[in-house]
């Protein structure tokens, strides 16, 4: 969160449609299926939109996720 005093979260959706775009990340051996679209965050207020937890990603994939957006907006 942005801070302690809002519930504004920063998200990224998730397709099932197979595109072979390099700021997509394949979810493999989770619930969850698709591909994780870095290229579409966006910022969500979860408690007037609704949210509901299926599962965390693990560590590495997050940071895979977290490179993606950060090498989009690089300043050169």
Same mark, same amino acid.
């Given at each position: 969160?942005?801070?302690?005093?809002?519930?504004?979260?920063?998200?990224?959706?998730?397709?099932?449609?197979? #595109?072979? *775009?390099?700021?997509?990340?394949? $979810?493999?051996?989770?619930?969850?299926?698709?591909? @994780?679209?870095?290229?579409?965050?966006?910022?969500?207020?979860?408690?007037? #939109?609704? *949210?509901?937890?299926?599962?965390? $990603?693990?560590?590495?994939?997050?940071?895979?996720? @977290?490179?993606?957006?950060?090498?989009?907006?690089?300043?050169?």
């Amino acid at each position: 969160m942005f801070n302690s005093h809002n519930t504004v979260v920063m998200v990224c959706p998730i397709t099932n449609t197979p #595109r072979p *775009y390099p700021t997509h990340v394949k $979810l493999k051996g989770f619930e969850t299926t698709g591909s @994780i679209m870095c290229e579409q965050m966006r910022s969500l207020d979860i408690n007037s #939109r609704g *949210y509901k937890s299926v599962e965390q $990603l693990p560590q590495d994939v997050l940071d895979e996720v @977290i490179d993606i957006i950060y090498g989009s907006i690089e300043i050169v």
